[in-house]
């Protein structure tokens, strides 16, 4: 088998026809077949599967089936996507995770340290809004109760999905005995970016997960008929919410060169061709280098943004749905896989990222680390995103690498 035939398997579950790419969401139509997927891959390896209480995937491979350890290698990603999403953003992960063992299996390797493949919940928290769902309630990040309160845009709360789901919300939080079995995690994932394909490098590590926060913003108008309303007596939520956008543009191109803000979602209420809106919803993305840098660009353009919407007559409310603190990885772990990749890969560098990951989760409670495969055209999030099948198959023998090196001694 092979990383790339292994991705073919999942290539037709959660297709969005309407976007084009990948839309694969908690619980949606695409969930249960892509976690039939994990466990069908994982016992043709003779892993042991199970689901806990927060939704999340493990497959373990167990030196001494039974025997409860406190130093497993955990390795993996997420299988759902962003709206219209690419192939390998979280998926590579899974994938190569489990190529990575096969081969191990495969020569023979048997680890002294168990292993543990994974697929984390709603990592990209596209339909309740909370990024790194499932590693945020394993880990206690997220309050439980919170997150179950939680609705999708169809007004449908994370509790109630979970019911339909045929699970029991009220097992949902922290689960320490869980992690306490765990001594360290890596996760390989595509570059969202560049800098492998400029370099002419097919794998690195990662040095930094950037902080990035989300918002949800209100602007409240007037709403009134298009053909009777003069423009004098207009109070219009989406011309405020254009001068919404051009504040997060504006700010985030201004601000130190880490800054990037974004508004990629948003609702107009009620939505008719021939009628002045009375509400506009949308989503702001910010990032920076730093967590002060991200508050204090969240501060300025919250700033020009008022201004826009008073000039407008309209009114902005402001909900943070999420704030994901900076990310250093573990700089012993990260020099041990750097070793382990160097024999076959000679340079391997370290390089930051500003896309979040079940990694920067995980690393508040255990040293994790990341190996990045190269993207050709460094799109993400889209259906552009890429990576060659050679460089998927490295990135397998990397991971294989480097789990030899950390489960395979005491
Ligand atoms: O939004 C992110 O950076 C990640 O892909 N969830
Ligand atoms: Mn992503
Ligand atoms: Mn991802």
Known sequence: MTVAGRLAEIADLGRDAERSGYSRHL?????????????????????LVEEDDDA????????QPGAVRHDAIATG??????????AFDG???????????????????VPVRPIVVCAFAEEEGSRFGLPCLGTRLLTGAADAASALARADAAGVTLEQAWRDSGRDPERVGPDPERLGRLAAFVELHVEQG??????GLPVSTASAIIPHGRWRLTITGEGNHAGTTTMDLRAD????????????????????????????????????????????????????????????QYALTLQRMRAA????????????????????FDDELTARVTAALQPEFGQVPAIPTGAGHDAGILSAVLPTAMIFVRNPTGVSHAPGEDARDGDCEAGARALAATLRMLAGSA
């Open 27 to 47: 619980f949606d139509a695409s969930d249960p077949p892509l976690r039939a997927w994990f466990g069908s891959s994982a016992e043709a390896l003779g892993l």
């Open 56 to 63: 999340n995937l493990w497959a373990w491979w167990m030196p």
């Open 77 to 86: 990603s997420h299988l759902d996507s962003v709206p219209g999403g690419g």
């Open 91 to 109: 998926p590579l992960g899974v994938a190569s995770a489990f190529e990575a063992v096969a081969q191990l299996r495969a020569d023979g390797f």
């Open 194 to 199: 560049r800098d492998l394909e400029d370099r």
């Open 237 to 296: 939520p989406v011309v405020a919410f254009a001068g919404a956008v051009q504040a997060v543009r504006e700010v985030a191109a201004s601000r130190m060169p880490g800054a990037r803000g974004t508004i990629g979602k948003a609702q107009i209420i009620p939505g008719g061709t021939n009628v002045i809106a009375s509400r506009v919803i949308a989503w702001m993305d910010l990032r920076a280098f730093t967590d002060d840098d991200v508050r204090e």
């Open 309 to 328: 919407v008073q000039a407008e007559g309209c009114t902005l409310d402001v909900h943070e749905e999420s704030f994901s603190a900076r990310v250093d």
